[in-house]
């Protein structure tokens, strides 16, 4: 049963465009909404992260837009540079984060051309 | 640089045989995390250590066992390896109180 599902599972954005990856989940004991970015051969790493208290969390070019009714949330990275050519993962999990088992999406491989 | 170390980072088993990865954590990181990690999918939640105790599991059989060490490292112990056990095994650790998770770069096992 996949609790997390992520689209699309690739995406091709032109430099300086936006880059949206959707993220759907069904447990609503899920409070705690991570996005996680991977390069080739590294270890996730913690882009940004939301609790449903809020609507909307921007940090510099990224942004999170969660919708509690609907179930759903999604990333958006403006000005996407080619630095920014990652595998993205969005995850959730209860306990407002302090429970450390994240439910991972399948991923969505970022490609920003020059 | 997240503070967190794995080895080995690359891995060659046989199916049956034994495996025993390593993580060592920052100093202050109570809570360790291990995750799988399989070609082209998201992380799997393994289990979770605190303070030296288990406290979750995923879904995953008793033949992945782990251990967490007084110094901060900690173990991921596979025995009986299946073919399908291929994958980036992922530690990850915490200093609690609600800190995000902080990734390895993984250990990359291959079971043939």
């Known amino acids: 049963q996949q609790q997390v599902k992520q689209s699309p599972q690739s995406l091709i954005v032109q430099k300086g465009g936006i880059s949206i990856i959707n993220c759907a989940y069904e447990n609503t004991a899920f409070d705690y909404f991570p996005w996680y970015q991977q390069f080739p051969g590294k270890g996730p790493a913690l882009l940004i992260a939301i609790r449903p208290d809020v609507s909307e969390k921007k940090e510099g070019r990224f942004t999170i837009s969660f919708n509690k009714s609907a179930k759903q949330f999604s990333l958006h990275i403006m000005d996407s540079q080619p630095g920014d050519s990652a595998t993205y993962f969005c995850?959730?999990?209860?306990?407002?984060?302090?429970?450390?088992?994240?439910?991972f999406g399948k991923g969505t491989l970022l490609t920003v051309n020059p | 640089e997240t503070g967190v170390t794995q080895s080995p980072t690359h891995l060659i088993k046989t199916r049956g045989q034994q495996v025993t990865l390593r993580c060592s954590s920052q100093?202050?990181?109570?809570?360790v995390s291990w995750y799988q990690q399989a070609l082209g999918q998201g992380p799997q939640f393994i289990f979770q250590?605190?303070?030296?105790?288990?406290?979750g599991r995923g879904n995953f059989p008793p033949r992945f066992s782990g251990l967490q060490f007084p110094n901060y490292s900690s173990e991921l112990n596979v025995n009986a390896l299946e073919l399908d056990d291929s994958a980036l095994y992922l530690c990850?650790?915490?200093?609690?109180?609600?800190?995000?998770?902080?990734f390895g770069n993984g250990t990359r096992l291959t079971v043939t």
């Open positions: 250590y605190y303070r030296e105790e288990e406290n």
């Open positions: 100093s202050g990181h109570n809570t």
């Open positions: 990850a650790s915490s200093p609690g109180q609600n800190s995000p998770l902080h």
């Open positions: 995850a959730a999990s209860e306990d407002g984060g302090s429970n450390y088992k994240l439910t």
